[in-house]
Structure formats: structure tokens, C-alpha cells
């Protein structure tokens, strides 16, 4: 699976626009990109999904070049609740299943 | 809540003793999965089922781990003569056809060893 490399930690304050950017250069043809969110002792979240160009939800929007070699998370308008760990994975379904191989993540702390 | 639960929450035990954990997935999920968190570290994997086959296991998972999902639904996590690098957070995860690169992350359970 690939290695992913991500900064380990990001200062913001409410309102403002938060990019996170993931490396990953080794990224094989069939792999996606995921983001996960994580709370202080609750379990990670799914955040979002792509695999090229550009993915939106209500949540986030996630940001893919056509070399595929990195990634960004894009959370518009941060409040002190995105305050969390941020994950970015990247892998295949391999034989029907789904084995997460997370990094260290991004530790997002956002002020008043 | 994303619908999967553990318990306990906390566990509290002395080296030496064994512990068991109980994850019990979303209920239309096949596949469950066990991870290992350590403070300041994202989670690793530990086993994988699919219905009640346990059909891979880290090398993180010792002799000393076990887990089973008898019926396909709910699971277990035993460790048997814990060790104080036991403790850390253990979290389950369960996904199917129906969720597709999504896992849904239980709680966990947060085990210390003394």
C-alpha cells in the first residue's frame, strides 16, 4: 500500500479556509484517496473519497492533480469543532476487503 | 453514533490478566475489522473478518491475541497475559457491499494496563 505523507500538525482560526495536503507518490493505478476525521477517544470518521480531479460533499472537498501524486482536503470555514485528527489513506479494495493503513495524520487545532 | 458499539468503554487491569473485548457491527455488515491506536499514533490493523472467517492477521497480532466472530455478527478480542505495552485504544470497524471504501469505526475500547 502506499506511504503517505501529510504535515503533523496545522494551526487555523474559525472562519478561515483549511487545506491539508497528503503526498503520495508511489500510488498504485487502482488505489483511492481517503480522508478520515478523529475525535479525542472516539474512533476515526470518514471524511471523503476520489480517486482524480475533484470530490465535494457537505463536509469537505478534496482536490486530486492528474498525476494523482498528492492530494489536498479542502474545509471551508473551520469552527473550533474541526478541531481533530485528519488521516489521509491511500489503498485499494484489495480481495474484497478494506485494510486501512493509517500515518501519524494531521493534528488541525483551531482557535478562537 | 455510526452504529457500531465496543465494550467495554475503559478496561482496567493488572499485568497478567486476561481481558476481552466485544465489538458489535452494523448489522447488514460482512466484513470486521480490529485496530490498535497508541497515543499520538493513528491505528494499525490488526485481523479482518469476513462473516465469521478470520481471513488475515497482522504480525502485530501476538499469540497472546484472539479473535473470533462465531456467528458472523458480533466479535471478540481476548488477550490473554496482558503486558503494560498492551494498553492502548482497540477499535473495531465493520463495512459491506453496501458502504464501499467507507469503514465505520466504533468507540473503541481504551485499555490500560497496570
Known amino acids: 500500500l502506499a506511504k503517505t505523507t501529510q504535515p503533523i500538525s496545522m494551526d487555523s482560526y474559525e472562519g478561515q479556509e483549511v487545506n491539508i495536503t497528503c503526498s503520495h507518490n508511489n500510488i498504485a493505478t487502482n488505489d483511492y484517496i481517503t480522508w478520515y476525521q478523529q475525535f479525542p477517544s472516539q474512533g476515526p470518521r470518514f471524511i471523503i473519497q476520489?480517486?482524480?480531479t475533484k470530490v465535494t460533499n457537505e463536509v469537505a472537498s478534496l482536490f486530486i492533480p492528474a498525476d494523482r501524486k498528492s492530494s489536498t482536503l479542502s474545509l471551508p470555514r473551520v469552527s473550533l469543532s474541526d478541531t481533530a485528527v485528519y488521516y489521509c489513506?491511500?489503498?485499494?479494495?484489495?480481495?474484497?476487503?478494506?485494510?486501512?493503513?493509517f500515518g501519524a495524520g494531521t493534528r488541525l487545532a483551531v482557535h478562537p | 453514533d455510526t452504529g457500531v458499539s465496543q465494550d467495554p468503554r475503559h478496561k482496567i487491569t493488572k499485568r497478567g490478566q486476561n481481558v476481552t473485548f466485544r465489538c458489535d457491527p452494523i448489522?447488514?455488515?460482512?466484513?470486521l475489522y480490529w485496530y490498535r491506536q497508541t497515543l499520538g499514533q493513528g491505528p494499525e490493523f490488526l485481523t479482518y473478518f469476513q462473516n465469521e472467517a478470520q481471513l488475515e492477521k497482522s504480525r502485530l497480532l501476538s499469540d497472546r491475541f484472539s479473535a473470533e466472530r462465531p456467528k458472523g455478527s458480533f466479535s471478540t478480542l481476548e488477550i490473554q497475559r496482558t503486558e503494560q505495552g498492551d494498553s492502548a485504544m482497540y477499535l473495531c470497524a465493520s463495512d459491506g457491499t453496501s458502504s464501499y471504501n467507507e469503514q465505520f469505526f466504533g468507540p473503541g475500547t481504551r485499555l490500560t494496563v497496570l
Open positions: 476520489g480517486y482524480k
Open positions: 489513506l491511500v489503498g485499494d479494495k484489495a480481495g474484497g476487503y478494506n485494510k486501512l493503513i
Open positions: 448489522s447488514e455488515h460482512n466484513r
